[in-house]
């Protein structure tokens, strides 16, 4: 069964996802939302930012590999599981640093 899904829509999802990681982590937007100057909270999202990153760069190699891959590129299905699960990963990512910056505020 083949649903014809362009492979820029998880592509897009993928960088939109990772942006979003991005800024709440390195730009400041999760202190900003959960801390407000808390420096004891500041250095639990700190770990929380740790635990995150590990599926952020699981995310990253999936999305590098869907591409990169000649294997990938050549078999429709390769490509979609691997997209899959950089989409995946990415929500877990985010959803890790949510629920992390929850707990330590």
């Not at 991005?22 to 740790?50: I, M, P, T």
């Not at 990153?53 to 294997?71: D, I, M, N, R, Y």
């Amino acid at each position: 069964m083949r649903l014809g899904i362009s492979p820029v829509i998880p592509t897009i999802a993928s960088f939109l996802l990772a942006a979003l990681w991005a800024l709440s982590v390195f730009a400041g937007w999760g202190l900003e939302a959960f801390c407000a100057g808390d420096g004891h909270c500041e250095a639990r999202l700190a770990a929380v930012n740790l635990v995150s990153g590990a599926f952020a760069a699981v995310a990253a190699c999936c999305t590098a590999s869907a591409w990169v891959l000649p294997a990938a590129r050549q078999h429709e299905r390769v490509f979609a599981r691997l997209m899959g699960a950089s989409v995946a990963a990415w929500i877990v990512a985010v959803g890790v640093l949510f629920l992390g910056g929850l707990l330590a505020s």
